[in-house]
């Protein structure tokens, strides 16, 4: 069984205790935070190695990197092959940093996008311009329906159910 699936089987376990799986990802989230924290000090240096160094760099056990690897794969300059990976696949964490930043406000994930190192990487500014853009790139927009005796949408001055909703 390829690692990943070892990592889903665990941590998206329907079958366990749900105060069991609670503290299983309260506990991963914080290894996780850690991880980032190291690799936010140093944005711009590309952290390579086996799936098992890199557990050991980061101090996790293997199944933690997995998961980790398996977050942050969407945000990387070019995704690690996690669907086959095994303890001796090399990969990157290269990230791209906007990437990274809009993946954990998308994730609602507050205890990574607040970390300070954030603001050694970005102006507050431009912070606040990354966060707005995943907000509003997640937020859908309805257009407003239109009646048939509203004005036709088209312009043309008639009703809409004289011009445009005869079509």
């Not at 977050?71 to 303890?87: K, R, S, W, Y």
Request: overall charge negative; charged content about 35%.
């Amino acid at each position: 069984m390829a690692l990943l699936e070892q990592w889903h089987a665990i941590a998206y376990n329907e079958n366990a205790d749900s105060g069991e799986l609670q503290r299983f990802w309260g506990r991963y989230f914080e290894l996780e935070k850690g991880v980032y924290e190291q690799l936010l000090t140093n944005p711009d240096e590309e952290v390579k190695g086996t799936v098992k160094e890199l557990a050991e760099k980061y101090d996790l056990d293997i199944m933690a990197m997995v998961g980790f690897l398996d977050g942050i794969n969407d945000c990387l300059v070019t995704p690690n092959p996690i669907e086959t990976m095994e303890e001796d696949t090399e990969v990157s964490l290269a990230f791209d940093k906007e990437k990274l930043y809009k993946g954990m406000v998308e994730a609602k994930a507050d205890w990574l996008y607040e970390l300070p190192q954030w603001k050694e990487i970005f102006s507050e500014e431009k912070l606040a311009e990354l966060y707005k853009e995943q907000k509003r790139s997640t937020t859908v927009v309805k257009e407003a329906k239109v009646y048939p005796n509203d004005p036709c949408p088209c312009g043309s001055g008639k009703k809409y159910k004289k011009c445009c909703a005869r079509k």
